[in-house]
């Protein structure tokens, strides 16, 4: 059974980069039929799309966020990571990662993590 | 930029039908995809491309669609199905991934 799982520091200094990995267990990373992303929800409000990336190395970003953001993938560890620079108290939220069904102009996600909380506070 | 709207919130009593709808421009030309979220849970999906249903999924959720507009509908609502339901799609340019901004139903 896949599983997902987020990592990283919960808590984050405004303008310092916030990163976070995905282990993927129970399937490869590698697959041709998946994409691998990042969704993040502040606390009380919706959901809100990071951006995917493919075991190849291609990616795609929301466009509110592509300045700051970077997706990238360890098919060796089976993991792939997000970094997000220049963090304010807008990025506090829960981060999830999810695995993408499909092409880019139709995926939806069908197995996601459980979440992790990230803090940005001095 | 892309937006897909939702109504904030609907109210149903046990057994009755609900329906949640999702409007957005490219609607007609991409798919729509349904997650239910309980609090403190990760989202789970519902429904994929407009109107199918995953497996483990019951029948009682179904999708439709009309012009710029999806519907979920749950038929014969469970005190279990209140959650916050979101859309998801594509925006026009195929490459980014938008939600709306979520639907709690509520249970009465």
């Known amino acids: 059974q896949l599983q997902l799982q987020e990592s990283g520091p919960g808590l984050v200094k405004p303008s310092e980069t916030l990163s976070l990995t995905c282990t993927v267990s129970?399937?490869?990373?590698?697959?041709?039929?998946?994409?691998w992303g990042w969704i993040r929800q502040p606390p009380g409000k919706g959901l809100e799309w990071i951006g995917s990336?493919?075991?190849?190395?291609?990616?795609y970003y929301n466009p509110s966020l592509k300045s700051r953001v970077t997706i990238s993938v360890d098919t060796s560890k089976n993991q792939f990571s997000l970094k997000l620079s220049s963090v304010t108290a807008a990025d506090t939220a829960v981060y999830y990662c999810?695995?993408?069904?499909?092409?880019?102009?139709?995926?939806?996600?069908?197995?996601w993590g459980k979440g992790t909380t990230v803090t940005v506070s001095s | 930029s892309y937006e897909l709207t939702q109504p904030p919130s609907v109210s149903v009593s046990p057994g009755q039908t609900a329906r949640i709808t999702c409007s957005g421009d490219a609607l007609p030309k991409q798919y729509a995809y349904w997650y239910q979220q309980k609090p403190g849970q990760a989202p789970v999906l519902v429904i994929y491309?407009?109107?199918e249903r995953p497996s483990g999924i019951p029948e009682r959720f179904s999708g439709s669609s009309s012009g710029t507009t999806v519907t979920l509908t749950i038929s014969g609502v469970q005190a279990e199905d209140e959650a916050d339901y979101y859309c998801q799609s594509a925006d026009s340019s195929g490459t980014s991934v938008v939600f709306g901004g979520g639907t709690k139903l509520t249970v009465l």
């Open positions: 491309k407009d109107s």
């Open positions: 990336i493919y075991y190849s190395g291609s990616t």
């Open positions: 999810a695995r993408h069904v499909g092409v880019p102009s139709e995926y939806y996600m069908d197995v």
């Open positions: 129970g399937g490869s990373i590698s697959s041709s039929s998946y994409y």
